[in-house]
């Protein structure tokens, strides 16, 4: 059964910067593109970055030169480095996979940008 474990979020003021984990199971993780997505209250889940099997990397618009994602296969771990913050960031982060998401989603991890 796929799964999804997604931390590392939390209270930060705008400009500021948080780094975000997310381990998976169930799956191959290696050969998998995965993703990282987010939901704000009101809105629906959009996808933030996503990254190949060859480490490859999407950015949606909103995020380029802010965020970086990244992926250790040995640790089945994807992250998602934030810098410069924005209100506008604040949302709950999910991971899964980049191509075409699994019906299984984690809990999330909220961030919150605000002062």
């Known amino acids: 059964q796929v799964q999804f474990v997604e931390s590392g979020g939390g209270l930060v003021q705008p400009g500021g910067s948080l780094r975000l984990s997310c381990t998976a199971s169930?799956?191959?993780?290696?050969?998998?593109?995965i993703g990282w997505y987010r939901q704000a209250p009101g809105t629906q889940r959009e996808l933030v970055a996503r990254?190949?099997?060859?480490?490859?990397?999407v950015y949606a618009d909103f995020v380029k030169g802010r965020f970086t994602i990244s992926r250790d296969n040995a640790k089945k771990t994807i992250y998602l480095q934030m810098n410069n913050l924005k209100s506008a960031d604040t949302a709950v982060y999910f991971c899964?996979?980049?191509?075409?998401?699994?019906?299984?989603w984690g809990q999330g991890t909220q961030v919150t940008v605000s002062s």
């Open positions: 899964n996979g980049g191509l075409r998401p699994y019906d299984t």
């Open positions: 169930g799956m191959s993780f290696s050969s998998r593109h």
């Open positions: 990254i190949t099997p060859d480490a490859n990397t």
